[in-house]
């Protein structure tokens, strides 16, 4: 684990939450802090999901093969061997994308990770959230995750030539990685109080980066 704990922010686990029918999913669950894995387990648990844990990139690799089904894989940037370094856990993250795209992945980053949540959403990282993160958003995001999981799946099902599937899917997953990039840079530059050099620096890119950012987000100052 890399940075402060994920969820609830309150120490304990969330609340039981009523699954909706047909919206539950099979989560993977990467963290190394058995503590923390056991109470996002409990609180995804509660919201119905099925939950396979791993506590390393190695096992969780093993994971995806031996269930085809996991639909959303959450995972923490600071896996062992280099608990404290973002190495492993975007090592997984790449390679998840690449033989295993139909799991969506959110990683979780701590503090004065945000070039690595850039570097994660442009290996294929579906979302990330930053640590602390409530059981709510956790939840919010999962739910993201899984609707468009399957409605990927859908598309699959409804017969759609393969080319025009490959279109479909590669305009909607653009489209949300754009999403996730947006919010991590507004996220960033709200932290920094609009400070392109500083934002530039948590980013690791130039600040010319960071205008192109802001020009292709539409993001003022009067955002903030």
Known sequence: MNGSTATPRSGTPAQPVASEPGRSGHILLVEDDQALRTLLRTTLQHAGHTITEAA???????????????????VDLGLPPM???TLEGLALVK?????ADQVKTIVLTGQDEDQSALEAIREGAFDFLSKPASAQVILNAVK???????KEKDLQDSGVARLQFNARYADGLKTVREEAEEKLIRQVLRETGFNVYQSAGKLGVKRESIYYFMKKFGITRDDH
């Open 83 to 85: 608990e404290h370094s």
């Open 95 to 99: 390679t998840i994308a690449q033989q």
């Open 144 to 150: 993201r995750a899984l609707l468009f999981h399957r």
């Open 56 to 74: 390393n990139r190695r096992d969780a690799l093993a994971q995806v093969q031996n269930h085809p089904d996991i639909s959303v894989a959450i």
